[in-house]
């Protein structure tokens, strides 16, 4: 069974910066495909961005592009989410996320297992 543990989340103004990290147990992390979904008051958790196995592909909401980078250490079984220029809109609760690289990466249900989530709140 894969744990996942989400870090690096917190409060920070319009403009700043902040990395998010996932710690992933289990020897399965390395083939598997990762993302990042956050879930923000009142709605629905929506996909933020994904990276596959190798590192090779990623891929990003459309509201975050320019400004987050997904990235992945397979030697210390750890995702990272850069997260630039935040806005007061990308205030929510951030999931981590993993599962078997099936190639669809957008959607929740591509996903085995989940971290508890960390929140970030972005001040305006």
């Known amino acids: 069974q894969v744990q996942l543990v989400e870090s690096g989340g917190g409060l920070v103004q319009a403009g700043g910066s902040l990395r998010l990290s996932c710690a992933a147990s289990?020897?399965?992390?390395?083939?598997?495909?990762m993302g990042w979904f956050r879930q923000a008051p009142g709605k629905e958790r929506e996909f933020v961005a994904a990276?596959?196995?190798?590192?090779?592909?990623?891929y990003y909401a459309d509201s975050v592009k320019g400004r987050f980078t997904i990235s992945r250490d397979n030697a210390k079984n750890t995702v990272y989410l850069q997260m630039n220029s935040l806005k007061p809109e990308d205030t929510a609760v951030y999931y981590c996320a993993g599962g078997r690289d099936r190639g669809s990466y957008y959607f929740q249900i591509a996903y085995d297992y989940w971290g508890q989530g960390t929140q970030v709140t972005v001040s305006s």
């Open positions: 289990g020897r399965t992390f390395r083939s598997a495909a």
């Open positions: 990276i596959s196995w190798s590192g090779g592909s990623t």
